[in-house]
């Protein structure tokens, strides 16, 4: 049902997914149907970049319909002439949920109709070359999380293992196989660099090679001698985008005779020289400087930092951002063995989460809306955000903000210990929330360490929980015509009424950032199913 809303197989150009989102490339992105890929049962939202459609299923299930989606457009290459696309079908009507009326569901409709508007307005905004070319670069990471996990995994039960005395004949083993990837990351960073940028993908990870080469010892640069891997995942990327150019230039001059024998050879001379004798030694002090700084920032200034980076991160999520991250997070675990910006980003999460339980307490009366919640709860516990920010919070709109409000909390919470000296990392990237726990270290004892992230979560719950059971107002009752109180709408506080007893708009924001009128009954939610998403 899913490829059909997006044109059928032959309008897909590529296929990929994340931990929670497929992620699909149109040739034509106006024959998608967003609002029926909304609608498909299990898909809990939608973001457009140009002619990249990410539809988010959850952890649970996108790699199963990503490998699904794969099959069936193999499985439709035309083998005789293509006949017509197959006609999207027609979402069957969804019954009310008991006790919700029939003007919630028109109220829905009108708001997912603003908020496709909006949408648009900001695809048209985010549509700069510095946002693409973030997202690019994070399109070189995202393969790479898998392997970051297990390895980080692995790295922090030989760290167990070794300080602990145990099993001290396993420990060198489970050591080598945990730091092997990450030794040569470099090659696998040029590898998808060049994959991304349009090059042949076996030339960027040859040019990136050069970073991790033993040999670059014997190297002299800037009156210095290079040392393997210096400038890590920066020097890679860097130096395999100077070879897709190199490459793209001698294909369009060399013969097409030499072309074979040429190209390959110039791409990697030219970008392995400026490598060694520049990106290199660039790269380094960029890598030393971000080390540095992070350092510096949360030495001296922890709890706002910590507060800035957590009340700032669902955002970045909510428009696939945060990926751009990655280069930094592998930068600091080369450097230091973990990244200490991660915990404070989690904490994020755990602000959603408190505030996805104060929609489920306080508007008890909606049934849908809370199987949504206890579907997409497990996921957000475990730092998966985006089932509950397109499922939730951001269609109702202050549970938004309130949930970076708990995020701001539990990450200046992090922060401010930082600020005494206790450092809370992670040595890989990927999990979150409870999920992170394995992968804690720090300057500290583990026990200490876990304890502070544990306060962290904590604090966010509490905050985003308390915030958004403040602010969020309560449904009102109204009698059917038996007698039985039956949910109408959300009540809104401080009502004013004309002379002759209208109510007049409260004023309140609503869900995509315009007044909405008192007068209007709250959409109703469906499960896995936004409506009005800004």
Not at 60 to 67: D, E, I, M, R, S
Not at 269 to 279: D, H, K, M, N, Q
Not at 339 to 360: I, N, S
């Amino acid at each position: 049902m899913l490829l059909p809303l997006v044109g059928g197989p032959a309008n897909v150009t590529s296929v990929a997914h994340c931990m929670t989102r497929l992620r699909l490339d149109l040739a034509d992105a106006s024959a998608a149907d967003e609002a029926g890929l909304r609608a498909l049962p299990g898909v809990l939202g939608v973001v457009v970049d140009g002619p990249s459609y990410q539809v988010v299923l959850g952890p649970a299930a996108v790699t199963g319909v990503t490998t699904e989606v794969e099959r069936l457009i193999t499985a439709a290459t035309p083998a005789t002439a293509p006949g017509p696309e197959p006609a999207a079908p027609t979402p069957a009507p969804t019954p009310a949920p008991t006790g919700l009326a029939a003007p919630d569901r028109t109220t829905a409709a009108e708001l997912a109709a603003r908020g496709a508007v909006l949408r648009e307005e900001r695809r048209r905004r985010n549509a700069t070359p510095v946002k693409s070319a973030l997202r690019r670069i994070a399109a070189v990471f995202v393969p790479l999380i898998p392997a970051l996990i297990g390895c980080g995994i692995l790295a922090g039960l030989a760290g167990l293992l070794a300080n602990t005395g145990a099993l001290p004949g396993l420990t060198p083993a489970l050591t080598a196989v945990a730091s092997a990837f990450m030794a040569l990351i470099a090659v696998f960073v040029g590898y998808n660099t060049a994959k991304e940028f349009g090059g042949t993908p076996v030339l960027g990870g040859a040019v990136a090679a050069v970073v991790v080469y033993p040999g670059v010892a014997q190297v002299t640069a800037f009156g210095v001698h290079l040392a393997p891997g210096q400038g890590g995942v920066l020097g890679a990327l860097a130096a395999a985008l100077l070879g897709t150019y190199v490459e793209k230039w001698c294909r369009g001059r060399v013969p097409g005779a030499l072309d074979v024998l040429l190209t390959p050879t110039v791409t990697v001379l030219t970008a392995g020289l400026v490598t060694l004798y520049g990106l290199m030694y660039a790269a380094g002090a960029v890598a030393t400087a971000i080390g540095t700084a992070a350092d510096w920032l949360l030495a001296t200034t922890g709890a706002f930092a910590g507060l800035v980076l957590g009340g700032l991160f669902l955002p970045l999520v909510m428009l696939g951002l945060h990926q751009a991250l990655i280069p930094i997070h592998t930068t600091l675990i080369e450097q230091q063995g973990y990244t200490v910006l991660l915990p404070l980003l989690a904490m994020a999460g755990a602000g959603q989460v408190g505030a996805a339980l104060a929609v489920y307490v306080r508007l008890r009366h909606d049934a849908s809306l809370r199987t949504t919640i206890r579907s997409a709860l497990p996921a957000g516990l475990l730092g998966v955000g985006e089932p509950l920010i397109y499922g939730v919070s951001l269609p109702l709109g202050r549970p938004f903000l309130t949930a970076c409000a708990g995020g701001a909390a539990g990450g200046a919470f992090v922060g401010f210990f930082a600020m005494l000296g206790d450092k809370v990392g992670a040595t890989a990237i990927g999990p979150s929330g409870w999920a992170l726990f394995p992968l804690l270290a720090g300057n500290r004892p583990p026990a200490l360490t876990a304890a502070i992230y544990a306060g962290g979560l904590l604090t966010a719950y509490v905050t985003g929980f308390a915030a958004t059971y403040a602010t969020l107002p309560v449904p009102a009752l109204r009698p059917e015509p038996d007698g039985t109180p039956q949910p109408d709408r959300v009540a809104e506080p401080h009502r004013a009424a004309e002379p002759d007893g209208a109510p007049v708009p409260s004023g309140e924001p609503g869900p995509n950032g315009e007044p909405v009128p008192s007068s209007e009954p709250a959409p109703s939610s469906e499960p896995g199913r936004p409506s009005g998403v800004s």
